[in-house]
C-alpha cells in the first residue's frame, strides 16, 4: 500500500514539474513574441448592436488610413514611429466616424502594453499575456474588441474565412523563430490538463 502512494506520489510530481517547465517555456516563447509585433485595437462603446457596427466603421478607416503609412516598414520601430506621427489623424479620423453617423462619443489613441487574454485572427492565435497595441477606445470602452496585427501588416488582409493568407503568415515567420511561428498556428490545439479526482492539484497546473 506504502509502495503505491510512493508511486503515485512520484507520478504527480514528475507531471507537476513537466506542466511547470512547459509553463515557463509557454510564458518565455510569448514574451519573445510580443517584443516583435504590434497589436491594433478597437474597443466598442457597449456590446449593442449599434456600437458594435459603429466599432467595425471606426476600424475600416482608421485601416484605410494606416494602409498607406505602414506599407513600406520593415521594422516594428519604425512601425511605432509612424503611428506616432499620425495620432492626431487617427483620432481626428475616429473622431469624424463616429460623429457622422450620430454620435457623439468620446475616442482615445494611444499606444500601450496591456494584458490581454488568448486570441484569435483567422487561423492565428496570441497567447495570453502583455503586449503593446495601437488601442482606439470608444466612448465609455465597454464593449467587445476588434483586434488584428498592425506589424507585420496582417490587418490589411481579410482573414473573415477564418484563414490568413500564406503571404502574409510568411511575414510572420520572417520575423519570428521557428517555435514562436508554431505556437501562434497551434495555440488552440495545447492540451489542458485537469485532475478528476485529486482536484486540489489543479491550482497547481491552472
Sequence with gaps: MKKNAVLVLCIIGIVLLTLKSNASDSNEIQENI???????HVIANSDSAEDQA??????????????????????????????????????????DVIHENGYNYSVSCNIESAYFPVKSYGDITL???????LRVT???AKGRNWWCILYP?????????????DESKAELREILTEKEYSEILEHNSNVKFQFKYLTFLNDFIS
Excluded at 513600406?72 to 481626428?92: G, R, T
Excluded at 501588416?153 to 493568407?165: I, R, T, Y
Design 34 to 40: 510580443a517584443d516583435k509585433i504590434l497589436r491594433f
Design 54 to 95: 459603429l466599432k467595425l466603421m471606426v476600424r475600416d478607416e482608421v485601416i484605410t488610413y494606416l494602409s498607406d503609412i505602414l506599407k513600406d516598414c520593415n521594422s516594428l520601430d519604425e512601425s511605432m514611429q509612424k503611428v506616432s506621427l499620425h495620432y492626431y489623424d487617427i483620432l481626428c479620423i475616429a473622431e
Design 127 to 133: 497567447p495570453s499575456g502583455n503586449y503593446t497595441a
Design 138 to 140: 470608444i466612448g465609455n
Design 153 to 165: 501588416p496582417l490587418c490589411f488582409v481579410d482573414a473573415s474565412c477564418g484563414v490568413v493568407p
